[in-house]
């Protein structure tokens, strides 16, 4: 296959338009400044001690709604979630068994009420004639026993009705109190038996923190100066707040070797979170020396934790291992740094290209470098 190849006529002008822009120098812009980030001097500095254990929320008020009669799940009405009130319908349980119970207490009741309306007039008849001497006083015993026989029967009918009633009450379960569906434990069609758990119900508030600490360290808890909760502040960001109240376990578990700690959380901050949500729980001791950090500071990066440190050619990234966070106060290091190593208080910034380290700032129990 060939390839034609026709030649482009141009005007002159046009040719010398192309050219000038082709050979035209491009305009210079000036670079960025590089920018300069404020460092800190490291050195040691009081923070509180203590240790941080992961808890979870729960409610302090829920209930497993169990059935109390045997047969098959009719409905199951509510989901996970929904909200009930107190006394509304959960679940029905077939009840062919329980109605025919209750007609049939009810046939017994009409019985009784017969017989002890005969019983009463009989007696009536006797007392009569005895006062006219027409029968003997042995007579009105018999004639006075039947009447309270029957009177007896009466009652124990409708004892036996009120009974069958109660169980073909059974038949439907219900909510114990005002509150949301945590989870369904039962399906229509399931065999419900005394006992067996159909759904549990758990009121919103008020709600607690649950965790298990280590029997080893029960003794710190116990002594601990504060026990604090990390909870969403009201602008989204986390916070450090003191609960309403503790209740330790006094025996630990055999398996875990852990004591359940239940700690009451503030209602505002409750307010903010749901059962089932991950909570930090801080138990705070005495005051040590330790090297901290800003937050900002630090540099995650996949498995690598590090710091800037200013150098002579600008910054270094430092890998570190750091424990504590102290909130405001920074992060604690626990290797990786020295008293005296200048640490950029913002890593991003001195991550940049060209970036110098400022006036240092020292840290708060330590002399600024000269």
């Known amino acids: ?24 120098v ?20 009081s923070v509180s001690t203590g240790y941080e254990i992961d808890g979870v929320v729960e409610p302090v008020r829920y209930s497993t709604v169990a059935a109390q009669a045997s047969g098959r799940v009719a409905r199951l009405l509510v989901r996970a979630g929904d909200a009930v009130k107190a006394g509304q319908v959960l679940a029905t349980i077939d009840d062919r068994d329980t109605q025919t119970g209750v007609q049939r207490s009810q046939a017994q009741v009409a019985k009784a009420d017969a017989e002890l309306s005969h019983a009463q007039a009989h007696y009536a008849r006797q007392q009569d004639l005895r006062a006219k001497g027409f029968v003997s006083q042995a007579a009105l015993d018999v004639a006075a026993a039947q009447y309270k026989g029957a ?50 119900v758990y009121a919103p508030q008020p709600l607690r923190v649950v965790v298990q600490v280590p029997a080893s360290l029960n003794a710190q808890a ?48 409750a307010a903010r979170m749901i059962p089932g949500q991950p909570a930090r729980v801080r138990f705070v001791g005495g005051q ?35 424990g504590q966070d102290h ?17 950029a208080v913002n890593a991003v910034q001195a991550g940049l290209a060209g970036a110098k380290a400022a006036a240092t700032a020292a840290s708060p129990a330590s002399p600024v470098a000269k």
């Not at 009120?162 to 059974?170: D, E, G, K, N």
């Not at 604090?228 to 503790?246: H, N």
């Open 288 to 322: 040590a020396q330790r090297m901290v950090v800003p937050e900002a500071a630090v540099l995650r990066r996949g498995e690598i934790t590090g710091v800037y440190v200013a150098t002579a050619q600008g910054f270094a990234l430092k890998a570190v291992r750091v």
């Open 1 to 24: 296959m060939r390839l034609s190849t026709h030649s482009v006529n141009l005007p002159f002008s046009l040719w010398a338009a192309l050219c000038s822009a082709a050979c035209a």
């Open 327 to 343: 909130g405001a106060s920074g992060i604690e290091v626990l290797a990786g740094l020295k008293a005296g190593d200048a640490v």
């Open 222 to 269: 116990k002594n601990a100066k504060q026990i604090q909760l990390q909870v969403p502040g009201a602008d989204g960001q986390m916070a450090w707040v003191t609960p309403a109240g503790s209740q330790p376990v006094g025996a630990a578990d055999p398996v875990s070797q852990t004591l359940a700690w239940r700690l009451d959380l503030p209602a505002q901050a």
């Open 151 to 200: 009177e007896a029967a009466r009652n124990g009918a409708g004892a036996g009705a009120r009974q069958a009633s109660l169980a073909q009450s059974f038949t439907q379960v219900t909510a114990p109190f005002d509150g949301f569906v945590m989870e369904t434990l039962a399906q229509a069609g399931d065999l419900a038996v005394p006992g067996k758990p159909v759904a549990v």
């Open 26 to 45: 491009p305009a210079v812009y000036a670079a960025p400044a590089a920018p300069t980030v404020p460092v800190q001097v490291m050195g040691a500095q």
